[in-house]
């Protein structure tokens, strides 16, 4: 079973921009469909945006159309999610998740994913 390791988190201030990564180790990517996720204090799990196996579509939650980006490179086993304009609003603890599915469809129930990573703290200061 793939384990995942998200870095890239920290401290920005509104407006600025941060690229996380999400690193996979046991098991190649490529049969793997990828997520991120974000869970904000005393909040759900929000999807954020997700990505079919060969990156042939990606997906977008609402609230961050526009200004986030997921892509992946499966030659290195890793995973990224741009964040530009970021608002004080996309603090949260961001995580990488993953399910073994060629599915080309939207998945963005926490329920769909059966791996998931620790997560990585992300801080837009006003």
């Known amino acids: 079973q793939v384990q995942l390791a998200e870095s890239g988190g920290g401290l920005v201030q509104a407006g600025g921009s941060l690229r996380l990564s999400c690193a996979a180790s046991?098991?190649?990517?490529?049969?793997?469909?990828m997520g991120w996720f974000r869970q904000a204090p005393g909040q759900v799990r929000e999807f954020v945006a997700s990505i079919t196996w060969n990156s042939g579509r990606t997906y977008d939650g609402d609230s961050v159309k526009g200004r986030f980006t997921i892509s992946r490179d499966n030659s290195k086993n890793m995973v990224y999610l741009q964040m530009n304009s970021l608002k004080p609003e996309d603090t949260a603890v961001y995580f990488c998740a993953a399910v073994r599915s060629w599915t080309s469809s939207r998945l963005v129930r926490v329920e769909k994913y059966k791996v998931w990573g620790q997560g990585t703290q992300v801080t837009v200061s006003p």
């Open positions: 046991r098991s190649s990517l490529d049969i793997y469909y």
